[in-house]
């Protein structure tokens, strides 16, 4: 018998009907002599709905009120579906985050889960129930409701996975694995079979929208094996795990791409110590992320500071930027929000070189200019013009071979 | 400075603009110096919404779930009433029912309070805070979330009025008060001024639907000065109190009427022990409420009985009764569900007699039968053909002089 967490979002919850067949596939596992844990979001389109009446009413973002509202979305579906698996014959129960006490800290809108009770879970399912509980909230320890932050829900399946031990948390979503790269682009793209924690990372932090970042963090964290596939088709979907010796054959697992940052040069900056850190002082006080940032070799006592932003925090960093500028008395300040960046990920690269030889090669024989470059251990990032984003997906995807069987790639 | 409870229903928070004229009222009473606490129901429409998708999924009532379901109503009004009064300037914090600890039984969909927790909100109020708490909703002892059944929210704010100590607790409704009879039907019907704790208890019992009767119980219990107003226009209502010596200088306070019951008559029962014990058996075994009850006289050996059903129970009742019937060798049964119950009310009648007569006469002289009549310390019921319910009612309220001042009113 093994302790398998569902979760499903809030498409697969988005109608009576679909709770329903939601229903159909907890029993399923159920039937199988398994205890099941099922964390479902709000029924799509729900939480907009809530989110606009908070609009509505207050003229101003009011955390603690917001995480109440928004909520009440999730209590809906755990309910529903409880109901449902019950109607189908097999005993569930609901529970919100408050009531197994998903302990968090008090940062509305984005808390983070420090514990998990587990006791009562267990009780249940040691009786027989399927457990349905909230994903996307949980209670601070004043008693106040708090919430994950978009995409919630990812991260309460694995935080309940790993307080109960689960054998698996299996993520079910609108695609049916994690691919190579994103098939809407690459056609050649192909299903992963498995992915390390620190590549599924990487391809989260970098632009993939599959999984939560913290979810995925979590789930390292406490090694909790993941699986992502389909709610609506069978597969057996992408399983996150710990690197395997065989995963180091691989030098590139996956490529990802993010299209939603800029980029700003500062040109002429006096090359003198404290200088940089009074421009990115600045960006730090008005909450602006700072990703890529590169500095060229001083010439004449001078350097240019380039960097790339959210695209959403773009004009307020130009903005910011103004004052600092002209107190460290640099010369230019140069925009440009029509970059992308794009990614090779695979914890291969560790004892493989050439990665980013190949990478460089393949996107300078189709003309493709590299304008920035940064590297970790697991990953190479290049910023390129936004309109070649998927030209460079497509080369690299046919560079590294991704389409073909590990065994087959002949480039390594 | 006083401490003030407000409660509005779902009309009174259906829309965001609605919302909005909630918090002015809330922060007016809040302007005048006073502590103020509002409870609000869930916006209108959306109960009906919630439970219309607890019967999509479930093939039958699960009241656990539904409760989780159907209480996230409150949830959102609430989070969105705070934000609004915030907005507006005044600090305000929402609680759920669990939050505050609305402790109650375990008896889900129509739980009953045992214990209200003031001190949080006590320190919100001392902070300058308006306190906004969701009706209807509660937490039993396991922390499951219960609530209180329709109309629960008059009876959470009395029980927060009680629990606080609160001065008073403004009920804002559809209605300006309390009045005489249904104003819809008699024209000349006027608003009371204020009505005992008894006779309000009366009234809701006997169909007047604008109070909650649990609410009306607890406030009577708990001594708390309840006033029944508008939330659309300027007015000061009716308000509930412990009898006063002018009270009793008027026998009749108000006429109510219920036409959602119905009449069987058992006829030729053996006129032997227990006999009757078996019908009524019966139906509390069934779960059918018998109200009133009435047993001939009996002539040889043999009697028959009447009583009274709520009519959503005068079929089940009357397929339930043909077991005993047969066991009790009774002649025949006889059903009618088409009755009136017209009552006259007031704490007045314990020091007056005549008000049955009067009674009596002014419906004989109209030629309106009477089928059954009970009565009590301050209430006299009549049931009669419905059809004649709206003419009784302005007979009544006529021969009692309800329309006059007290002091005007020249029968007693």
Partial sequence: MALIVQKFGGTSVGSVERIKNVASQAIAEHKKGNQVIVTVSAM????????????????????????????????????????????????????????????????????????????????????????????????????????????????????????????????????????????????????????????????????????????????????????????????????????????EHVMVSGLAHNKDEAKITIQGVP????????????????????????????????????????SSDYKEAMDVLIGPMNQVKAKSIKGNPDIAKVSAIGVGMRSHSGVAQRMFKALADEGINIQMISTSEIKVSVVIDQKYTELALRVLHDAFELDKDIGDRVYS
């Fill in 44 to 247: 799509s389109g729900e939480t907009n709905r809530l989110v606009a009446l908070t609009e509505g009413v207050a003229g101003y973002m009011q955390k603690r009120e917001y995480d109440v509202v928004v909520s009440a979305g999730e209590q809906v579906s755990i309910g529903l579906l409880s109901m449902a698996i019950k109607s189908m014959g097999t005993p569930a129960k609901s529970y919100l985050g408050w009531q197994v006490r998903f302990l968090t800290d008090s940062s509305f809108t984005k808390a983070r889960i420090r514990n998990v009770e587990s006791e009562r879970i267990q009780k249940d399912l040691d009786a027989g129930h399927i457990v349905v509980v909230a994903g996307f909230q949980g209670i601070d320890s004043e008693g106040n409701i708090t919430t994950l932050g978009r995409g919630g829900s990812d991260t309460s399946a694995v935080a309940l996975a790993a307080a109960l031990k689960a054998d698996r948390c299996d993520i079910f979503t609108d695609v049916d694995g994690v691919y190579t790269t994103d098939p809407r682009i690459v056609s050649k793209a192909t299903r992963l079979e498995q992915i390390s924690y620190d590549e599924m990372l990487e391809m989260a932090s970098l632009g993939s929208k599959v999984l939560q970042t913290r979810s995925v963090e979590l789930a390292k964290k406490y090694s909790v094996p993941v699986r992502v596939l389909s709610s609506m088709e069978e597969g057996g979907g992408t399983l996150l795990t710990k690197e395997s010796k065989e995963m």
């Fill in 271 to 310: 090359d003198t110590p404290g200088i940089v850190a009074t421009i990115f002082g600045a960006l730090a006080d008005a909450n602006v992320n700072v990703d890529m940032i590169l500095q060229n070799v001083s010439a004449r006592g001078e350097t240019d500071v380039t960097f790339t932003v959210p």
